[in-house]
């Protein structure tokens, strides 16, 4: 069982930067593939950025493309990241941490297909004003 929590979420205003952490219970680097999504008010969840297990190329949604990183912290292999750059108000949601069961996929159709991933956090509301 692995557990999430995430935070670093809040009110900021459009233009602003944001970075979210992710504490898991396990080391992330032991074969676990991290993602972040998102989920607006009464609006489907959305992909928003994907880590492989294998430390291969990281994937993102085309609506954060070239504003949001997603990394994990060399130092404490448990946290991965979710840096928000150029934030917009259509980016307020809550966002969700999530891991896949060690050494699956690699291909772009399941890292960022929410039902591929087998452990979620809480959340953390994102909050950009205009």
Do not use: H
């Not at 995430?6 to 952490?21: F, H, I, N, T």
């Not at 504003?67 to 946290?79: K, Q, Y």
Request: aromatic share 12%; glycine share 10%; net charge negative.
């Amino acid at each position: 069982q692995v557990q999430l929590v995430e935070s670093g979420g809040g009110l900021v205003q459009a233009g602003d930067s944001l970075r979210l952490s992710c504490a898991a219970s396990v080391r992330t680097s032991s074969g676990v593939t991290m993602g972040w999504f998102r989920q607006a008010p009464e609006k489907e969840r959305e992909f928003v950025a994907s880590m492989p297990w294998n430390g291969g190329t990281t994937y993102y949604g085309d609506s954060v493309k070239g504003r949001f990183t997603i990394s994990r912290d060399n130092a404490n292999e448990n946290t991965v990241y979710l840096q928000m750059n150029s934030l917009k108000p259509e980016d307020t949601a809550v966002y969700y941490c999530a891991a896949q069961k060690p050494y699956l996929y690699l291909d772009y159709s399941r890292l960022s297909n929410g039902e591929a991933y087998e452990y979620w956090g809480q959340g953390t509301q994102v909050t950009v004003s205009s």
